[in-house]
C-alpha cells in the first residue's frame, strides 16, 4: 500500500536569500492578513507577524547589518531571559508555538 506525505502548506522561501543577507535587505510583506481560505496565504502573513517583531527587536538592538538568522536567534535567546524573568517555562511555551506551527502548515 501506498503511503502519502501529508500535505503542507508552509510560507515559501523567498527568493536568493542566503544566510549573509542583511536582514534590513529582505523585502518581507507585513501589510498581509491571515482569513483561513488559503493556508500558504496565511502562513505568508503569519510570516509577516513574526518580521515586525524581529526587525522591530533588531532595529532597537542596533543589529543594522546582521542577518535575518543571527536577529532571529538573538531574539529567541533574549526572549529565553524574557521567560526567566516572567517566571515562564520557554521550553513548554516552544513546544506549545510547534503544535500551533504542525497545525498552520496542515492547514487547520
Known amino acids: 500500500m501506498t503511503q502519502f506525505a501529508p500535505t503542507t502548506?508552509?510560507?515559501p522561501t523567498l527568493d536568493a536569500l542566503n544566510d549573509d543577507t542583511p536582514y534590513h535587505e529582505l523585502d518581507i510583506d507585513t501589510s498581509l492578513s491571515v482569513d483561513y481560505r488559503d493556508p500558504v496565504a496565511d502562513n505568508v502573513a503569519r510570516a509577516g507577524y513574526a518580521?515586525?517583531?524581529?526587525s522591530e527587536y533588531a532595529n532597537n538592538k542596533g543589529m543594522h547589518e546582521e542577518s535575518a538568522a543571527t536577529a532571529v536567534?538573538?531574539?529567541l535567546a533574549d526572549v529565553r531571559h524574557l521567560c526567566d524573568r516572567l517566571g515562564l517555562s520557554f521550553d513548554e511555551l516552544s513546544q506549545r508555538g510547534e503544535m500551533h506551527y504542525t497545525e498552520e502548515i496542515h492547514g487547520a
Open 9 to 11: 502548506f508552509p510560507a
Open 51 to 54: 518580521w515586525v517583531g524581529v
Open 73 to 75: 536567534s538573538d531574539l
